[in-house]
């Protein structure tokens, strides 16, 4: 076979009057080949398909389409790391492409802007539903809280059981601390523990919650929130919940709330911030260590905003508060005690006095049950045979001792006939 520059040859020498073995003589091609292509004319040679060459990741194809269609959202980095505990010697690029081709394409793109650094951070919830091991079978829904800070995307984030007022108050505290500093701003989406709404006088005018602008106001920030309807104003926040689901949540097993967050701090500790991000191209904790010198320094006060509430006391002498049981002293006489809650601490008062201070449980239905609270006053009950009078006492108290004759008496007043109308007793 000739390739075409050797048949476009082969036609112009034959125009030019040369014979087929002068022909063959200056092309070195056989007389036969010559004469062939002569015959046949300008035609373009076709070839047949090359034989696919073998790939590295085709011994891994199985598993990463397995897992692509148990989790479509899987992350490349995700996968990568997988596949290499698989023994894959490839890189990132290969399995990219891999994706692109299982995976449809996108038909939108967003508009990027940026902060500078300590300008501003981004707060929101997302909804996940989760099996725990310890309780199997049974589907739980946590919300996750995450924090980004806008200019180097170092991302906080924690799981939480309550979408409530202090979980918000608490995630705060916890991030601030984490950072080593507050940013100046904070972009919130329309989430109801932040924003209420806008005033019927003024819509343009945001409505905040007032614990919120206490926390805002001890630490310094200024709250915002975004534009009605307009989500992706606050992407540098969206995008990493999509990110965590995908790369950290999918495919995973959890003991509990616990060992979740356990294994969230490791892989924000071990992946998250120490990727290059795909939008600044620099390593998220680097850029973060040159952001944390422009962040506003932490008060050296904590929080403590005090929600107040009333509730009854049950008949085990406890008090139910966000789905979880504090207890009151014995001798505790009110039925109803106000309950105050701080981010750390459920505050306990009777009359106006203050009868106990709990540490604030995280998650639904614990127990606490502080010392001394129970055991210096528990009813004494002595089983008894029969015929024997027994004694239902309280341990410490005195209880009067009187002659069977006169519970016999008081038996017998009670079992007369009630008197008629107009005769004495």
Not at 121 to 142: K, L, N, S, W
Not at 395 to 410: D, K, S
Request: hydrophobic share 40%.
């Amino acid at each position: 076979m000739v390739n075409l520059g050797e048949m476009m040859r082969i036609l112009e020498l034959h125009r030019e009057g040369l014979t087929i073995s002068a022909i063959a003589e200056r092309t070195g091609k056989d007389r036969k080949t010559v004469r062939k292509y002569i015959r046949q004319g300008l035609v373009v040679p076709s070839y047949r398909p090359r034989a696919a060459r073998a790939r590295v990741i085709d011994p891994y194809l199985g598993y990463v389409r397995e897992r692509v269609t148990a989790f479509p959202e899987l992350t490349v980095s995700r996968l990568l790391r997988e596949i290499r505990e698989l023994g894959y010697p490839g890189e990132r690029t290969v399995l990219g492409d891999v994706l692109r081709e299982m995976r449809p394409r996108r038909t939108s793109f967003e508009l990027r802007f940026e902060t500078p650094p300590g300008r501003q951070a981004q707060v929101d919830f997302a909804y996940f539903e989760v099996e725990f091991d310890d309780a199997p079978g049974e589907r739980r829904i946590v919300w996750l809280f995450a924090l980004v800070l806008g200019h180097s995307r170092y991302l906080w984030a924690r799981y939480v059981l309550h979408q409530d007022l202090v979980s918000v108050l608490r995630c705060h505290m916890a991030a601030f601390e984490h950072l080593g500093g507050v940013p100046a701003e904070i972009l919130y989406d329309r989430m109801k523990t932040a924003v209420l709404g806008e005033a019927q006088d003024e819509p343009q005018h945001i409505v905040y919650n007032a614990k919120l602008l206490a926390l805002a106001k001890h630490y310094g920030f200024t709250p915002r929130a975004c534009r009605a309807y307009r989500a992706q104003t606050k992407g540098k926040v969206e995008r990493p919940y999509r990110y965590i689901r995908q790369d950290f949540f999918l495919g995973r097993r959890f003991r509990d709330l616990e060992d979740l967050n356990a294994q969230l701090t490791q892989w924000l500790a071990t992946v998250a911030n120490v990727r290059v991000h795909g939008t600044t191209q620099r390593v998220v904790a680097e850029h973060f260590a040159e952001e944390r010198a422009q962040l506003q320094r932490p008060p050296a006060l904590a929080f403590d905003a005090v929600i107040r509430l009333e509730r009854r006391i049950s008949h085990d002498g406890m008090v139910s508060v966000g789905q979880n049981f504090y207890s009151v002293p014995d001798g505790t006489r009110k039925r109803v005690v106000e309950v105050q809650m701080s981010p750390t601490q459920v505050r306990l008062y009777e009359s106006g006095a203050l009868i106990a201070v709990h540490p604030l449980l995280e998650g639904r239905y614990q127990r606490s049950l502080l010392p001394g609270h129970r055991g210096a006053h528990r009813a004494v009950v002595r089983h008894s045979t029969p015929g024997e009078v027994i004694t239902l006492t309280t341990a410490g108290q005195r209880v009067a001792c009187r002659p069977l004759a006169v519970y016999e008496a008081i038996g017998q007043r009670l079992a007369r006939p009630a008197p008629q109308v107009g005769e004495r007793r």
